[in-house]
């Protein structure tokens, strides 16, 4: 009982503003990071119709360095993964899709770094005002057993109800901003998700655009066996063993 009383007092004497305070606080850091990475999901924005048509008219005439260069100044997260991929062209499609892979893993976390407060916010913020309602009330039977005790019935009674049922109301308040801060929060938060999924996407279509060229020039190019009996003539090329050389058969 010692431990109940002790914490009962620690929360009358805290009090509930500072819950209200907190509460603030949370909200201004949450769309302080909402401004941010929209400006940042605004910074890699293109027309990734334009870039998938620009890319697909230097691959069709075999220019890997001509499409690099156009990507070259572009910020985009498709545009990143495209020239990753296309840097490692020469190494062959599999190089190239791991690179595009790495790149693509790399954009995403840097495109949900700090959504992870929002999503926590908009769970969370609605606990914390129900909190803070909780020592108000606290703080109204309080008021109530010390206002019972001194008036002792009558009229007096029923005015120490009347101001508790006023410190209840105004406990209230907590839980409402409480859900106001967590509001804004998953929202924001289902946005810049749905943001960072359309742009995975559109990633992913121009990856793609790049692997189909890369396979489809390494299907063109023949093998060295193919070649060398394409020199010659169609005739197979055999090599004598241990570097002797054929000898023609007597007669």
Do not use: C
Not at 98 to 103: E, L, N
């Amino acid at each position: 009982m010692h431990t109940v009383v002790a914490v009962k007092n620690l929360l009358v004497q805290s009090g509930a503003s500072w819950v209200l305070w907190l509460l603030f606080a949370l909200s201004a850091g949450s769309i302080a990071i909402a401004i941010e990475r929209w400006l940042y999901f605004r910074s890699k924005d293109d027309d990734v119709r334009a870039l998938a048509a620009e890319l697909d008219a230097h691959l069709s005439n075999g220019s890997v360095a001509a499409a690099l260069d156009a990507l070259r100044p572009m910020r985009s997260i498709g545009a990143i993964v495209a020239r990753a991929g296309l840097r490692l062209a020469q190494r062959g499609s599999a190089a190239a899709d791991k690179g595009m892979q790495s790149a693509m893993a790399a954009e995403r976390k840097a495109l949900e770094a700090r959504l992870a407060y929002l999503g926590t916010l908009g769970n969370n913020a609605p606990f914390v005002g129900l909190f803070g309602t909780v020592i108000g009330v606290i703080l109204a039977f309080e008021q109530l057993g010390q206002a019972t005790g001194a008036a002792g019935g009558g009229a007096a009674s029923q005015v120490a109800s009347a101001a508790v049922m006023a410190a209840i109301a105004e406990a209230l308040v907590a839980t409402a901003v409480g859900i106001g801060v967590a509001l804004p929060a998953v929202a924001a938060y289902n946005y810049l998700q749905r943001r960072i999924a359309a742009m995975l996407d559109d990633a992913e279509t121009l990856s793609n655009l790049v692997l189909a060229y890369l396979a489809t020039g390494e299907a063109a190019q023949p093998s060295r066996v193919e070649s060398a009996r394409a020199a010659h003539g169609g005739a197979a090329i055999d090599k004598p063993m241990n570097g002797e050389a054929s000898r023609p058969e007597a007669a």
